[in-house]
């Protein structure tokens, strides 16, 4: 098999958003400060995601064009979207009433489905946009956790990833397998192998791949070793406020051979908590009637009872990703990942239909987040918790540290706004500091400081929803 695969590093890079540079299709795993993500060309790629599984499945042309130029126009550069889809994608028709295979037969893939995807890959490619593409979600592999039939085996699944890697060779494409599914026994590991070795072969080697498993895990867990795996996904999940995805971090750091890691799926914004203690999976409303209205919307917020996940969770655990080490973040909400419209079909309860969840407020601080992870460039950045001094506690006070590797700025950041001791003894005699609101995106100056050291400092405002990144420079 022809391999043109560069050697693999390990995280993610500031963005280059050119038609010119994605029609190239490839990327490249170095850096020269640590292991990111850069298109080939060496422009350094920062992986600032959406999940949108169900993009191909349930959207016609114009909403898929119309939702692609929303998100390139908030600074998104990838969008993960499932090409055998979770929610009946095998037995439910597309908006023009094609299934994806013919007699559910993966060596039988239905053109008139996949000249649908072609479209949408293509509009992603004139908008900037790459696509992190699942050929298929787990449940048609793996019978665990419940979905549709299992389809695939190692020959199929082999012809299949030839059949896609092939048809996309030349596009801006990054495959991630998995699906929302671990890998339980060698024979489901067969599968999945065959369906990269099928990618490899039809691409031509032109296109990273990772996999993308169940909450709370990581596909290092299984498949570190694997040749295939370009860099590893965790999936942070759903279940709780500041969820420590530094510790997904913390342990990818120290694995050998390094490679690259990202937040493929953390909380996302307006999916309760723990929404799975609240819903009944036989029922197609999931819940009691009374707690949707007339458009199959959530009314009564008080039957989850954890609440709902906000922007400013979404912030905290996209900082706290970057500066642990992390090579981007995937944004989500609970309507676009599942396309709800009113009165249509859902897998989860949502506060919103797809449309209107475009607007949201998490969605448009990524593109703050992007801002000045670019003039501030993460592809220098070293996790450095050394700076953050004094206790240090693993809840919403916890406080993240980087710095570049050349030494020529310090980022620390505070979910909650609360005062910090940093360590600047090596910024000269003289060094300056400003904060940056990752709300608004404001840059708010605190002056010229003399070094002594160590310095404390007090960020603008405190609390919930006071999130606040320090920059120290010389």
């Given at each position: 098999?022809?391999?043109?695969?560069?050697?693999?590093?390990?995280?993610?890079?500031?963005l280059?958003?050119?038609?010119?540079?994605?029609?190239?299709?490839k990327?490249?795993?170095?850096?020269?400060?640590?292991?990111?993500?850069?298109?080939?060309?060496?422009?350094?790629?920062?992986?600032?995601g959406?999940?949108?599984w169900?993009?191909?499945?349930?959207?016609?042309?114009e909403?898929?064009?119309m939702?692609?130029?929303?998100?390139?126009?908030?600074?998104?550069?990838?969008?993960?979207?499932?090409?055998?889809a979770?929610?009946?994608g095998?037995s439910?028709?597309?908006?023009?009433?094609?299934l994806?295979?013919?007699?559910?037969?993966?060596?039988?893939?239905n053109?008139a489905?996949?000249?649908?995807?072609?479209?949408?890959?293509?509009?992603?490619?004139?908008?900037?946009?790459?696509?992190?593409?699942?050929?298929?979600?787990?449940?048609?592999?793996?019978?665990?956790n419940?979905?549709?039939p299992?389809?695939?085996?190692?020959d199929?699944?082999?012809l299949?990833?030839?059949?896609l890697?092939n048809?996309?060779?030349?596009?801006?494409i990054?495959?991630?397998?998995?699906?929302?599914?671990?890998i339980?026994?060698d024979?489901?590991?067969?599968?999945?192998?065959a369906?990269?070795?099928g990618?490899?072969?039809?691409?031509?080697?032109?296109h990273?791949?990772?996999?993308?498993?169940?909450g709370?895990?990581?596909?290092h867990?299984?498949?570190?070793?694997?040749?295939?795996?370009d860099?590893n996904?965790?999936?942070?999940?759903h279940?709780n406020?500041?969820?420590?995805?530094?510790?997904?971090?913390?342990?990818?750091l120290g694995?050998?051979?390094?490679k690259?890691?990202?937040?493929?799926?953390?909380?996302?914004?307006e999916i309760?908590?723990?929404?799975?203690?609240y819903?009944?999976w036989s029922?197609?409303?999931r819940?009691?009637?009374?707690?949707?209205?007339?458009?199959?919307?959530?009314?009564?917020?008080?039957?989850?009872k954890?609440?709902f996940?906000?922007?400013?969770?979404i912030?905290?655990?996209?900082y706290?990703?970057?500066?642990?080490?992390?090579c981007?973040y995937?944004?989500?909400?609970?309507?676009?990942?599942?396309?709800?419209?009113?009165?249509?079909?859902f897998?989860?309860?949502?506060?919103?239909?797809?449309?209107?969840a475009?607007?949201?407020e998490?969605?448009f601080?990524?593109?703050?987040?992007?801002k000045?992870?670019?003039?501030y460039?993460?592809?220098k950045?070293?996790?450095?918790?050394?700076?953050?001094?004094?206790d240090?506690?693993?809840?919403?006070?916890?406080?993240?540290?980087?710095?570049?590797?050349d030494?020529?700025f310090a980022?620390?950041?505070?979910?909650?706004?609360?005062k910090?001791?940093?360590?600047?003894?090596?910024?000269?005699?003289?060094?300056?500091?400003?904060?940056y609101?990752?709300?608004?995106?404001?840059y708010?100056?605190?002056k010229?400081?003399?070094n002594?050291?160590?310095a404390y400092?007090?960020?603008?405002?405190?609390?919930?929803?006071?999130d606040w990144?320090?920059?120290?420079?010389h």
């Amino acid at each position: 098999m022809k391999n043109k695969r560069p050697s693999v590093f390990l995280m993610a890079l500031v963005l280059c958003l050119s038609v010119n540079v994605l029609s190239a299709a490839k990327f490249i795993l170095t850096s020269p400060c640590g292991k990111y993500l850069q298109h080939a060309d060496g422009k350094p790629f920062l992986w600032l995601g959406d999940t949108a599984w169900e993009l191909f499945h349930r959207l016609n042309r114009e909403d898929a064009n119309m939702y692609l130029e929303d998100r390139a126009n908030k600074g998104f550069t990838i969008i993960q979207a499932v090409v055998l889809a979770e929610m009946s994608g095998l037995s439910e028709p597309n908006a023009y009433g094609y299934l994806p295979l013919i007699d559910r037969d993966p060596m039988r893939p239905n053109e008139a489905y996949f000249e649908h995807v072609d479209f949408i890959v293509n509009q992603a490619a004139k908008l900037g946009l790459v696509v992190g593409m699942l050929p298929s979600w787990g449940d048609k592999v793996t019978d665990a956790n419940g979905g549709e039939p299992v389809i695939f085996n190692p020959d199929n699944a082999f012809l299949f990833g030839k059949f896609l890697g092939n048809r996309y060779k030349d596009s801006p494409i990054i495959w991630i397998l998995g699906g929302d599914r671990n890998i339980l026994n060698d024979y489901e590991l067969e599968v999945w192998r065959a369906m990269a070795n099928g990618l490899r072969k039809g691409d031509e080697g032109n296109h990273l791949i990772s996999y993308h498993p169940r909450g709370a895990s990581s596909s290092h867990e299984v498949l570190h070793n694997e040749p295939w795996l370009d860099f590893n996904i965790y999936q942070s999940g759903h279940s709780n406020r500041y969820m420590q995805v530094y510790h997904y971090a913390e342990t990818l750091l120290g694995i050998e051979p390094r490679k690259p890691f990202i937040d493929g799926e953390p909380a996302y914004e307006e999916i309760a908590l723990e929404f799975w203690n609240y819903v009944d999976w036989s029922s197609p409303l999931r819940v009691p009637q009374n707690v949707l209205n007339d458009d199959y919307i959530i009314v009564d917020k008080s039957h989850f009872k954890r609440g709902f996940f906000t922007a400013h969770d979404i912030r905290v655990h996209a900082y706290w990703n970057f500066l642990s080490g992390a090579c981007g973040y995937t944004y989500g909400t609970n309507a676009i990942w599942q396309m709800f419209e009113k009165k249509g079909s859902f897998a989860i309860p949502a506060l919103s239909d797809w449309r209107d969840a475009l607007h949201l407020e998490g969605a448009f601080q990524m593109a703050h987040l992007r801002k000045v992870f670019e003039q501030y460039p993460f592809e220098k950045l070293v996790p450095a918790q050394h700076l953050v001094l004094g206790d240090n506690p693993h809840d919403s006070t916890h406080v993240r540290a980087a710095y570049a590797c050349d030494n020529s700025f310090a980022l620390v950041y505070l979910s909650v706004g609360q005062k910090v001791n940093v360590d600047v003894s090596n910024f000269g005699k003289q060094f300056s500091a400003r904060w940056y609101d990752p709300r608004s995106g404001n840059y708010f100056p605190v002056k010229k400081l003399r070094n002594k050291g160590t310095a404390y400092f007090t960020a603008p405002s405190s609390g919930t929803n006071n999130d606040w990144l320090l920059i120290i420079e010389h």
